[in-house]
C-alpha cells in the first residue's frame, strides 16, 4: 500500500506535467495565431526620420472647402515625395472635428486620399487610401503619433504613419499626420486575410457621413457640465475658439515657417485643460514646444 509521501509526490508530479503541457499548447496557440507582416512598397512614405511632402492640385480649392462638411469626394492630383498620382479622390473627414473646424473660423480639415475610387486598383505602391489628419486639437501634435507607434510596437497591427507638410498646389497649408488608413492594403500588410473589416456607424456622436452629423458637442459639454452645477457662463467663457490667423496654425514647418510669427496659433476648443492651463498659455491659445522651438500665439518666447 503506497504512503502518503508517494501519493503527494505522484500528484505533484503530475500537476507538474499538466502545468507544462498547458503551456505548450497555449504558446502554440499564440504561436500560430500571431500574425506575420507582409512588406509594402509604400511603407517608405511612412518614415519617420523626416518630415514628408504631400501636393495636392484642385483648380477650385475654395469651391472645395466651401463643400467639405458635406464630404463629397472631388477628383485630384496629388503628389507625394515628388511622385504624381493623377486623378484620385479627395473629400473632408472627422467626426466632431469636421464641423468643429468650421466653427473656429478655420479650413484646416482632415482629408482623406482614395486612390482607387475613380480606377479600380490604382494605388500608390498598394496603399489604396490615406488619411491627412489635421491634429487641431493636440497643441504637442504627438499624441497620436505616439499612440499608433507604441501600439506598433507592443504588436498591435496599427496603421503606420508619419508627419507630413501638407501643400495645396504648390502653396504650404499645415503640419499633418498623414495615416495608413485601415482597408484593404492594411490587412493585407498585416496578412489579416481571414474575418471581416467593420466600421462603426453612429448617428447619436460624430459628425458627417452618417455618424451623427447634426451632434452639437459644445451644448453636449453644457449640459454635462450643468448636471455638474456648472453654470453655462463658465462655460461659454472657456469654450470660446477665439481667433487664429491665416490657415497655417502649426507648429512646426521644420520649425522655420511656424517661428517667424507668419501666422498665429488658433485657440482651440479645450477638450483638455491642460492645454488651456498651462502657465506659459496666458489665455491666448495651446502652448506647444518643439524641440527647442516654444510658441504661443504663434510668436517665439
Known sequence: MLGNRTIDRICAGAMAVMLLLTGLVWAGKASAGRQTSVEMGYESFFDTSYVHVVDIALDDWEGFLETASSEEYTVCDVTLDGEKIAGVAIRAKGNTSLSSVASMGSSKYSFKIEFDRYTDGKTYHGLDKLSLNNL??????????????????????????????LRVNGEYWGLYLAVEAVEDSFLERNNMTTGELYKPDSMSFGGGRGNG?????????????????????????????????????????????????????????????????????????????????????????
Open 136 to 165: 487641431i486639437y493636440d497643441a504637442t501634435m504627438m499624441k497620436d503619433y505616439l499612440a499608433y507607434v507604441l501600439m506598433a510596437r507592443a504588436g498591435v497591427p496599427s496603421p503606420l504613419c508619419s508627419f507630413t507638410e
Open 213 to 301: 452629423r447634426d451632434f452639437d458637442f459644445v451644448r453636449f459639454r453644457v449640459d454635462e457640465d450643468e448636471e455638474d452645477g456648472a453654470t453655462s457662463e463658465e462655460e461659454s467663457d472657456s469654450g470660446s475658439a477665439g481667433t487664429g490667423g491665416p490657415d497655417c496654425f502649426s507648429p512646426l514647418r521644420a520649425l522655420s515657417r511656424a517661428a517667424s510669427g507668419a501666422c498665429r496659433m488658433p485657440r482651440f476648443f479645450p477638450l483638455e485643460p491642460s492645454i488651456n492651463d498651462h502657465p506659459q498659455n496666458n489665455g491666448t491659445g495651446p502652448y506647444a514646444i518643439i524641440g527647442k522651438a516654444q510658441m504661443t500665439g504663434g510668436n517665439p518666447v
